[in-house]
């Protein structure tokens, strides 16, 4: 087994820095509540991308804020002009967040050129870091927008998309000192990177059931989300018989069992949600005339998740059929699979075992913005042990010696990438 370039002395230093500064960054939030609200374009984001550029310089690092709102660093190589391993994360948050969520990744990004730097050590291709101003989507529905800006991926209707107060994102950029007009200048060359690494909490309870600080994320699953409809007859709770009624509500609540008790049995890697539910007109003394409610499907293959929606449709429709009622959906959203690149995971795999005596690959669950990315350059991700998987909530928790662990990982990882290119 070879030696970790990083003490355990270090590595614990540079977690404490980094829960540190994720208690900094939580005071940046536009709600005076519990949890952290930073959203796109927004003064809070912006401020944090000041703070975390001071942090950039600090760890010798060439800052620059591009066209789309990420802050972006950048430590040099021993060639000039060398292509960059990209580090990073996103900055921005969810309603109501936690803490960790993207946040971590960021930071633990500049501790690998904190090291570096302090070591006066300089690998043979340079070192970018990016915290990425918009994964989340809250606050014009568009998520990854600070990846594709990266990519060249932006589609040119992105820019009048509107927020609830009716604000553009043309009008956002133009309030945050940016301009709709130069988004493509954010766009990467790609002979610019070689490769995409990201550290990020589990969002999900694998690694504490297993009792395990990191782990190396194999996929980020597919998805499909769908807006459906239940159209039935409204009617007098009190006088229309239970056997002539066509109550949209009773046929919904029936299909949503049926998700639920259809996805467990199918595949335990599959999951099925119905988030939201609008009932129609909506009074007590008034039996349900039309339902409308959301099914989100995730999964690690497209095949499986495809197949699955299938046969929920098909209840849903036979379900309508029986009650004399009308289902219509429409698939609003759709994700395929995004496959972290089988070299990178040999690397972390190896450099994880190696930590902690041994590792486990997990598809990831929520999105990230390495999907973005995999559209030009190969993507690994390092997984970080999350307390009860709790995330997009305040009470998301790490431990610090987690940190210090995934921290260690990640330089090592980044070290050995860097070596193979010798």
């Known amino acids: 087994m070879y030696k970790c370039i990083m003490s355990t002395t270090e590595a614990y230093s540079a977690a404490v820095r980094v829960m540190k500064r994720c208690d900094i960054l939580a005071q940046i939030s536009s709600e005076k509540e519990e949890g952290i609200t930073r959203l796109y374009l927004s003064p809070e984001q912006l401020r944090a991308n000041i703070c975390v550029g001071e942090w950039m310089k600090s760890a010798g690092m060439t800052v620059w804020q591009d066209t789309v709102g990420n802050i972006c660093g950048r430590y040099e190589s021993l060639l000039p002009g060398a292509p960059a391993l990209l580090l990073g994360s996103h900055l921005d948050t969810v309603r109501n967040a936690g803490r960790y969520d993207g946040i971590l990744g960021v930071l633990s990004a500049i501790e690998i050129v904190q090291w570096l730097y302090d070591h006066q050590k300089y690998l043979r291709v340079a070192i970018e870091v990016v915290g990425f101003g918009d994964e989340e989507g809250t606050r014009f529905g568009i998520t990854f927008l600070g990846s594709h800006g990266i990519t060249g991926t932006w589609k040119d209707e992105w820019i009048n998309y509107t927020d609830v107060d009716n604000i553009t994102v043309k009008q956002a950029m133009q309030n945050a000192g940016l301009d709709a007009k130069k988004i493509k200048e954010a766009e990467r060359k790609t002979t610019d990177i070689i490769a995409y690494l990201e550290l990020h909490i589990e969002q999900g309870p694998c690694l504490e059931q297993e009792g395990l600080a990191l782990g190396v994320v194999t996929a980020i699953n597919g998805a499909r989300r769908l807006d459906c409809h239940f159209n039935g007859e409204a009617g007098h709770a009190g006088t229309v018989p239970m056997i002539h009624r066509n109550d949209a509500l009773v046929a919904a609540a029936e299909w949503v069992v049926f998700i639920e008790r259809t996805t467990s049995k199918m595949n335990q890697k599959l999951v099925a949600t119905v988030g939201k539910i609008n009932c129609f007109p909506g009074a007590a003394n008034v039996i349900p005339g039309k339902v409308n409610l959301t099914l989100d499907i995730r999964g690690p293959q497209d095949n499986a998740i495809d197949y699955l929606l299938s046969i929920l449709l098909a209840k849903a429709e036979n379900i309508a059929l029986k009650r004399k009622l009308k ?72 431990q610090t010696d987690d940190v210090s662990l995934g921290i260690k990982a990640y330089l090592q990882a980044v070290y050995n990438l860097s070596t193979k290119l010798d």
Not at 339 to 348: G, K, N, S
Not at 358 to 371: K, N, R, V
């Open 327 to 398: 289902f219509r959906q429409i698939e609003y959203y759709r994700m395929p699979v995004t496959h972290c690149d089988v070299p990178l995971q040999q690397i972390l795999n190896q450099v994880i075992e190696n930590i902690q005596g041994s590792t486990i690959q997990i598809p990831s669950g929520a999105g990230h913005d390495a999907i973005a990315i995999a559209e030009r350059w190969p993507v690994g991700m390092l997984f970080i042990r999350n307390y009860r998987g709790i995330s997009h909530h305040p009470t998301e928790m790490v």
